[in-house]
């Protein structure tokens, strides 16, 4: 009997012979998840254990992780890279109370093996540094870019980037904090994509004004840290920002935008060609998207509401790319939340859309699994609904109380937060079905799980 299929024979005494009455797989880590608490403005994390049931270790607080102010305090991103968490910290006071970043050593190290990782649960999470003060302009948006960190501060009219590679084990906070990069670009509410690791493209919130639509590049790796030009997109109001296949692309409040950032280089001065995708009109007014997800070649995002939503696709490595539209047709109400994508073991790429609404709305809860390629040929043009599902209770106020998602690193398994319910639901990717529903209490809300099974080598 190997290790990792081991189990535990229990026996009784029947008529004198021992007889095995039950065996019972020894649980085993699965993945580590993260999650804030929108009711106490708390990160907490829990061991998911699979064995014969699905179980969860209690949640704990991260140790370390600063005491917030209710009233004036909130989490907002956060991002994983390379065993380390990010999370921005926001206040209500335009960042003249206290924000920043936390940065924490996630406790889990991945040991790469060519087509497969080994997983280790060293220690519980802690805190590895932060910084939360009056100078940090009240961050809003947090982008992981290649493994890098970058954190907007808005009322700053630049971003901070941290690498975790150039953290070592014998650094101190101060060290760690001295690592954080203070780069200019942008202003208002920030949203920022970079390219390769040397251009930042950071945009300006602004709807109307000279910088109405404003752009700025920088470069990140360089030591003058100065914006090196600028231009504007059409139309203003710019709330998303990524980067695919050398092509930036921009959700201002008409459609979308890219630029071609194959050839750009530092004394660039002239005007990019602006590129302007339409999604067409409601109510005839210009259809706008707010946020981006990048999976394979192409960049994802949703738009519309109720029974007019969409999944928007665009397939980057085009030369002249245009967009594939998916209906989703929502409930009157609610809004598409998501999309969160995973290549599973077998089969059809697949994603993941909430269907959200603001608590006073009467609407349903539900989840909806899209296959991309149905037929398999490598194009998503035939992308489809699959299924939907009933799920636990959403809470919205504002940016808070959505349900988020994440996938263990072995794909088999999505969590979900219920912030409505106090609930993590547990999806199984093969049987495409909810397998367990985990009480956590508080209000659950934006969820990121690290790591694989527990390797037992």
């Given at each position: 009997m190997t290790r990792t299929l081991m189990t535990i024979?229990?026996?009784?005494?029947?008529?004198?012979?021992?007889?095995?009455?039950?065996?019972?797989?020894?649980?085993?880590?699965?993945?580590?998840?993260?999650?804030?608490?929108?009711?106490?403005?708390?990160?907490?994390?829990?061991?998911?254990?699979?064995?014969?049931?699905?179980?969860?270790?209690?949640?704990?607080?991260v140790d370390g992780f600063p005491k917030l102010k209710l009233e004036q305090q909130t989490l907002v991103q956060m991002e994983a890279a390379?065993?380390?968490?990010?999370?921005?910290?926001?206040?209500?006071?335009?960042?003249?109370?206290?924000?920043?970043?936390?940065?924490?050593?996630?406790?889990?190290?991945?040991?790469?093996?060519?087509?497969?990782?080994?997983?280790?649960?060293?220690?519980?999470?802690?805190?590895?540094?932060?910084?939360?003060?009056?100078?940090?302009?009240?961050?809003?948006h947090l982008y992981c870019y290649e493994d890098v960190f970058y954190l907007a501060n808005d009322r700053m009219n630049g971003y901070t980037r941290i690498d975790p590679s150039s953290i070592s084990p014998m650094d101190n906070e101060e060290a760690i904090?001295?690592?954080?990069?203070?780069?200019?670009?942008?202003?208002?509410?920030?949203?920022?994509a970079v390219v390769n690791k040397s251009l930042g493209f950071s945009?300006?919130?602004?709807?109307?004004?000279?910088?109405?639509g404003r752009v700025d590049v920088t470069p990140v790796n360089s030591s003058s840290r100065k914006v090196d030009s600028s231009f504007n997109l059409p139309s203003g109001g710019i709330h998303g920002a990524t980067t695919l296949h050398n092509k930036v692309f921009?959700?201002?409040?008409?459609?979308?935008?890219?630029?071609?950032?194959?050839?750009?280089?530092?004394?660039?001065?002239?005007?990019?060609?602006?590129?302007?995708?339409s999604l067409g009109k409601m109510d005839n007014k210009p259809l706008r998207t707010g946020s981006f997800t990048t999976f394979a070649p192409?960049?994802?995002?949703?738009?519309?509401?109720?029974?007019?939503?969409?999944?928007?696709?665009?397939?980057?490595?085009?030369?002249?790319?245009?967009?594939?539209?998916?209906?989703?047709?929502?409930?009157?109400?609610?809004?598409?939340?998501?999309?969160?994508?995973?290549?599973?073991?077998?089969?059809s790429p697949l994603a993941f859309i909430f269907h959200d609404h603001p608590a006073s709305v009467d609407a349903p809860n539900r989840l909806t699994l899209l296959e991309l390629d149905p037929n398999g040929d490598g194009q998503w043009n035939d992308a489809q609904v699959a299924e939907e599902f009933d799920v636990?209770?959403?809470?919205?106020?504002?940016?808070?109380?959505?349900?988020?998602?994440?996938?263990?690193?072995?794909?088999?398994?999505?969590?979900?937060?219920?912030?409505?319910?106090?609930?993590?639901?547990?999806?199984?990717?093969?049987?495409?079905?909810?397998?367990?529903?985990?009480?956590?209490?508080?209000i659950p809300s934006k969820i990121v799980a690290i790591g694989g099974r527990a390797s037992q080598h």
């Open positions: 024979a229990l026996l009784f005494v029947v008529n004198g012979s021992c007889l095995p009455l039950a065996q019972a797989a020894e649980p085993r880590i699965a993945t580590r998840i993260f999650f804030q608490d929108d009711e106490t403005h708390e990160l907490k994390w829990s061991d998911v254990k699979v064995g014969d049931s699905i179980q969860l270790t209690e949640p704990a607080l390379a065993g380390f968490l990010l999370v921005g910290v926001r206040d209500d006071e335009d960042g003249s109370f206290q924000s920043g970043w936390v940065l924490i050593d996630t406790g889990v190290v991945e040991e790469e093996h060519g087509d497969h990782s080994h997983w280790y649960y060293t220690h519980a999470p802690r805190v590895r540094a932060s910084l939360l003060d009056e100078k940090q302009g009240n961050p809003a904090r001295k690592k954080a990069e203070f780069i200019p670009g942008g202003g208002g509410h920030i949203t920022l945009s300006w919130i602004d709807r109307e004004g000279p910088n109405k921009f959700a201002p409040a008409d459609g979308i935008c890219w630029v071609d950032a194959s050839n750009w280089h530092s004394d660039h001065k002239d005007p990019p060609a602006i590129h302007h995708i192409y960049v994802a995002f949703t738009t519309g509401s109720g029974k007019e939503s969409a999944l928007g696709l665009i397939d980057a490595s085009k030369s002249d790319p245009d967009w594939i539209r998916i209906p989703l047709a929502l409930a009157e109400g609610n809004r598409a939340v998501g999309p969160y994508f995973l290549k599973p073991r077998k089969g636990g209770k959403s809470r919205v106020e504002g940016h808070s109380g959505h349900h988020a998602l994440d996938f263990d690193a072995d794909r088999r398994r999505a969590f979900f937060t219920n912030p409505g319910e106090g609930t993590v639901s547990v999806f199984s990717i093969a049987d495409r079905k909810t397998v367990a529903n985990l009480h956590v209490g508080g």
